[in-house]
């Protein structure tokens, strides 16, 4: 991750406000601090990422904010409509966030003395959303206008140097481009479509450009955010019909060699409302689903096939009434989950392992609104 590097050891979180309160105090960061969180303000007049340690009961500590030079679109609840707006390396080395109202990716070396700003260059497209990292390659979806994904070469110091000729479009304009992944083995990239309901796959190639688009409808409503199972499958939250209550659900897909995807498990429900993001752990063996309308969080375990079974009762833990829980995120030990909540400006961090026999998400939950940080979005 870093200058001296911390591997494995940082959680990156998005939130949003169009403010973020002068009065910011850094606090001590106790010995028992494990893990470092990062948010995202995504201000509108000057995009910061606050950092924030993790202590080994839950409790966040401030330790920082980092100008990303770049302007964010302002906005509260879920004004980036995405999922991955704030993303690591796969070696947690570099931090990338997206400036969606410049129109800039900027991408930071993450040390243990905190982040420090490497690089920033224009995305080649309207209202970046999402980023995610392969390799030497760094990958952008811009959702404005056309609608479309950026390519870039990420060098050993953080340095980003567009790849020429690589954007690709989408399957239209004004699709709504709501997150970007890749398969582990480098060979796919999924873009899913909000607007459209499509899933976009491409071919990568080996000079990191992709291929022609392939285009599937995905025939359940409301897909919003994909992520990848450590087996190649892949998951994609559904918001589900419209005027249904508790309607949400999550599906996963095999990929064909033709970047056709083929149906695992369809429409699995999450018995709540809202689902849009996702968040596997770090062994693989279980996902979790935020559903923002109904203030809870669905539990499933992934087969190395990618056959989805419900965790339990599947609902596996509850934020208060109107929390908006939005992104969530997994610590790299796997023993606490993050939900940012929009609708309180806080960041409940759930111990992943039972406090009580067979109850995933007890009541050992501390929910502790995160300081400077109001209304918020993302986990990534």
Not at 218 to 239: R, Y
Request: glycine letters at 12%.
């Amino acid at each position: 991750m870093m200058i001296p590097v911390v591997r494995n050891m940082s959680l990156a979180l998005l939130a949003f406000s169009t403010t973020v309160p002068a009065l910011y105090a850094y606090e001590p960061v106790p010995a028992q601090a494990t893990e470092r969180v990062y948010v995202m303000t995504n201000d509108a007049k000057k995009n910061e990422v606050l950092a924030f340690a993790r202590g080994s009961d839950g409790s966040f500590y401030s330790t920082g904010r980092y100008d990303t030079g770049g302007r964010g679109s302002g906005g509260t609840t879920d004004p980036l409509a995405s999922q991955g707006a704030l993303n690591f390396s796969q070696d947690h080395a570099f931090l990338f966030a997206v400036n969606a109202g410049s129109g800039t990716v900027s991408s930071f070396i993450v040390s243990t003395n905190g982040l420090v700003l490497a690089d920033k260059k224009p995305t080649d497209g309207a209202e970046p959303v999402s980023v995610t990292q392969h390799g030497q390659f760094v990958y952008v979806l811009n959702q404005g206008s056309y609608g479309g994904v950026t390519v870039f070469n990420l060098d050993r110091s953080g340095h980003l140097t567009p790849v020429p000729n690589s954007t690709v479009l989408l399957s239209g304009n004004d699709v709504g481009g709501a997150s970007v992944a890749v398969s582990p083995d480098g060979q796919f990239l999924a873009v899913v479509e909000r607007l459209s309901n499509n899933v976009d796959i491409f071919h990568i190639l080996p000079d990191g450009t992709l291929s022609a688009i392939t285009t599937t409808p995905d025939k359940n409503p409301g897909g919003f955010s994909a992520i990848f199972t450590h087996g190649g499958q892949l998951l994609v939250s559904e918001t589900g019909p419209a005027n249904v209550t508790d309607g949400s659900t999550i599906s996963s897909f095999s990929i064909n060699s033709n970047a056709t995807i083929i149906p695992v498990s369809s429409a699995v429900p999450t018995d709540g409302a809202g689902n849009c993001w996702l968040v596997l752990t770090p062994d693989g063996n279980a996902v979790y689903t935020s559903n923002s309308a109904s203030s809870s969080i669905s539990g499933f375990k992934v087969a190395g096939n990618g056959v989805l079974t419900p965790i339990g009762g599947v609902i596996v833990g509850t934020n208060p009434s109107g929390s908006i829980n939005l992104e969530l995120g997994i610590s790299s030990d796997g023993k606490f989950l993050y939900s940012l909540n929009s609708g309180t400006g806080s960041s409940p961090s759930s111990q992943t392992a039972p406090c009580r026999k067979k109850q995933p998400f007890p009541d050992c939950r501390r929910t502790q609104a995160l300081k400077g940080s109001p209304p918020s979005k993302q986990i990534a």
